[in-house]
């Protein structure tokens, strides 16, 4: 069956800063969160390969505008470096080569009719401020975070039209302080709590000077929400499930979207002992500055059922006391990176922005497949034959248009990623990209099968499912 994309519809791709740059260029004292972590842990490097080098995007933009122009894309997200945009974060001293990097690709795209879209921090963190002021538990990282926002937007906003201020903003401290899989590897819920609502408030501020200084386009954030469900009809399983969302999707969409917290939330981490900062004067300001639109990244559903393990009183609390996670039997998966497939994660999620989420404007600005070894699947003309990547976008999309057309309000869909990028666990290992990176080769670029058909898709406006 032949299914149509709706006018309008945004079809782009993906990626980010960190992702694709490279260091070449990179001062002393540039180093983000990430390339900290990469330079600690040697092992999350692939083959030797990671961030050194990643795409070498920072000197090879050009090619890839050029490929997206060949494919048709009207639309490319990517990210500004925090940690490379000064030579100072505290004076602000803007890095002028950095800077006029950007300028340099914003227009290049905007001369290939690619529509750039600008995320001020995709897990970009500058190491000096994690440091100095152990990162987002600080005010001080509010503030300077803020200003950052002015001093790109009076530089960009007059070509930059799409802009968020986080992509996924509840990951880092969800890895560092509740999984404590990366150092100081402690729980500390506190701090996690701490993170999550300074980011908030950070995107209500930057929100705030985007509308006062009324720059002409759209200011959102880009949220990760995990679609989840109940693995029964149990009232135990659907409060595990409820509980789930409050604490990783409804932390962000509720504030984000409605300009409040859920009025159970603050509460109920009183009672579990997590008391952070915050006053009334940034709840006011939160009320008063919500997004424009969202980003929205989704790539699998997420399952839950009760908590089956008893928590003592000397546990320091986490939220997984109210929930445990769940594999359903028999769901389909990409092995290579563990996550289920279920496209129907659209048709609910869209809903739920149309019935709780006051219908807010909404992309998909990932979603995508990671397949290792991709090589594999290489053709004797080396063309690599991702034919389980257009079943999974054609699988998606259905789903995102089939909820757009029963009135959500999506905009469009974002393809993760343009190309095979670094990820920020580990490295080359997944391949997520339309254009091939060939890593053996000087980092050169190549169309997958799936691009040719994105190409088409584009032109036709029209796919088969
Ligand atoms: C998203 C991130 O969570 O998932 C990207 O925004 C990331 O930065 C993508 O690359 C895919 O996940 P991973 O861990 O396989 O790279």
Same mark, same amino acid.
Request: glycine share 6%; hydrophobic share 35%.
């Given at each position: ?264 939330? +603050? ?58 996670? +769940? ?90 990623? +343009? ?8 490295? +080359? ?37």
């Amino acid at each position: 069956m032949k299914k149509r994309i709706p006018e309008n519809f945004i079809i782009g791709a993906g990626s980010s800063a960190w992702q694709t740059e490279g260091w070449k260029g990179k001062k002393e004292g540039q180093d983000s969160y990430l390339d900290t972590w990469y330079k600690n842990e040697k092992q999350v490097w692939h083959e030797g390969y990671g961030p050194g080098v990643a795409t070498n995007f920072y000197e090879r933009y050009q090619e890839d505008v050029d490929l997206m122009k060949e494919i048709g894309l009207t639309h490319f997200r990517t990210s500004i470096n925090w940690s490379r945009f000064f030579i100072d974060y505290e004076t602000l001293e803007v890095d002028e080569d950095y800077a006029a990097y950007i300028d340099r690709f914003v227009d290049s795209l905007i001369k290939a009719g690619v529509t750039p879209m600008l995320c001020l921090e995709h897990y970009e963190l500058p190491t000096y401020l994690q440091d100095k002021y152990d990162g987002w538990s600080s005010k001080k990282v509010v503030a300077l975070f803020t200003q950052y926002a002015e001093i790109v937007f009076d530089r960009y906003a007059d070509r930059v039209k799409y802009w968020f201020t986080f992509n996924e903003p509840v990951v880092i401290q969800t890895r560092t302080y509740l999984d404590a899989i990366r150092y100081p590897h402690e729980q500390d819920t506190k701090k996690w709590m701490q993170w999550n609502y300074h980011k908030v408030l950070a995107t209500a501020k930057v929100v705030e000077i985007y509308h006062r200084k009324n720059y002409d386009g759209q200011i959102g954030i880009v949220l990760n929400p995990e679609v989840t469900y109940p693995r029964s009809s149990s009232e135990a399983d659907k409060k595990a499930a409820e509980m789930y969302d409050l604490f990783f999707n409804r932390i962000y969409l509720d504030p984000l979207v409605k300009g409040s917290y859920p009025e159970e939330l +603050f509460p109920l981490l009183k009672k579990h002992g997590i008391q952070f900062d915050y006053t009334k004067e940034e709840i006011d300001s939160i009320a008063h500055n919500t997004v424009d639109y969202l980003g929205i990244n989704l790539y699998y559903p997420n399952r839950v059922k009760a908590p089956s393990y008893q928590w003592n009183e000397q546990t320091p609390f986490h939220p997984a006391y109210y929930y445990d996670h +769940f594999e359903l039997p028999g769901r389909k998966m990409n092995k290579s990176r563990g996550w289920e497939i279920y496209p129907q994660m659209m048709v609910d999620f869209g809903m739920r922005i149309k019935n709780d989420y006051e219908n807010i404007p909404w992309i998909v600005t990932e979603n995508g497949m990671g397949i290792e070894d991709e090589e594999r699947f290489m053709d004797s003309n080396g063309v690599v034959q991702d034919d389980y990547r257009i079943e999974f976008i054609s699988e998606h999309l259905n789903c995102l248009i089939e909820v757009t057309e029963a009135g959500s309000n999506c905009k469009g869909y974002m393809l993760w990623a +343009f190309t095979d990028c670094v990820s920020p666990m580990n490295a +080359f290992k997944n391949r997520y990209g339309l254009v091939r990176i060939d890593l053996n080769n000087n980092r050169d670029r190549s169309l997958k099968k799936s691009a040719f058909w994105y190409k088409n898709l584009i032109e036709s406006r029209t796919f088969e499912v």
